[in-house]
């Protein structure tokens, strides 16, 4: 069973620009979540989605935002780059309902230069 | 969310069992108390999950006290690759449950 892959794994982009990473879940999860993880802030949560709606947010700018797809892949774009941007963003997908475990991909490092 | 306190960091020797320990005295009665950890920049990897009751996997072992308020990893028999940063975070059981709230975690350090 193929888990959760996340593209591309490495990007360098420069400042003021936008990008987009992109996760695949676990196939028939349709729960996905997304966090940023930086040296100085640790894992925070950036949003979830279930069934192409955006269930829950964490505290971000709105330079972050998502989407999910009928297919249940997801995509986060983040809007006018800055340095603090630079960090590893991971995703997680899950079943939907209590007493399920999240899985995560292997994450997408961004650099900001 | 119920908050989590760990040890910053602990060391354990190959091959003898490591004991986690965690708190979370505000937890509630329909959240779930999980542990994933995450070797050098992978991403976290699920280990165990419980509620009330003591549970067992592959992996590892969840002991939970019965006031739920602590909670205690055991790796019954370390590894080097189990060097890693191990979290402890509580779940709630409703339509938040795609949110994981992660502290700063254990950095577990296994030596030869």
């Known amino acids: 069973k193929a888990g959760v892959t996340q593209t591309p794994r490495y990007l360098i982009k420069t400042r003021g620009q936008q990008v987009t990473l992109s996760c695949s879940p676990i196939?028939?999860?349709?729960?996905v979540s997304w966090y940023q993880q930086t040296p100085g802030q640790g894992l925070q949560f950036l949003f979830e989605?279930?069934?192409?709606?955006?269930?829950n947010k964490g505290n971000f700018p709105g330079r972050f935002s998502g989407r999910q797809f009928s297919n249940s892949r997801s995509e986060m774009n983040v809007s006018t780059l800055e340095l603090g941007d630079s960090a590893l963003y991971l995703c997680a997908s899950s079943f939907s309902g209590e007493n399920t475990e999240a899985f995560f991909g292997q994450g997408t490092r961004l650099t900001v230069v | 969310d119920a908050k989590t306190t760990q040890p910053t960091s602990m060391d354990c020797a190959e091959g003898r069992a490591a004991n986690l320990p965690c708190n979370h005295s505000?937890?509630?009665?329909?959240?779930?108390v999980y542990w994933y950890r995450q070797i050098h920049s992978q991403g976290p990897q699920y280990i165990i999950h419980g509620l009330k009751n003591n549970e067992t996997n592959e992996m590892a072992s969840l002991i939970i006290t019965e006031d739920r308020k602590s909670s205690t990893l055991i790796l019954p028999h370390a590894t080097l690759r189990d060097t890693a940063v191990y979290y402890c975070i509580v779940r709630v059981a409703t339509n938040s449950w795609g949110k994981l709230q992660f502290g700063a975690g254990t950095q577990v350090v296994v030596t030869p």
């Open positions: 505000t937890i509630s009665g329909n959240e779930y």
């Open positions: 989605y279930f069934s192409e709606t955006q269930r």
């Open positions: 196939s028939g999860h349709r729960s």
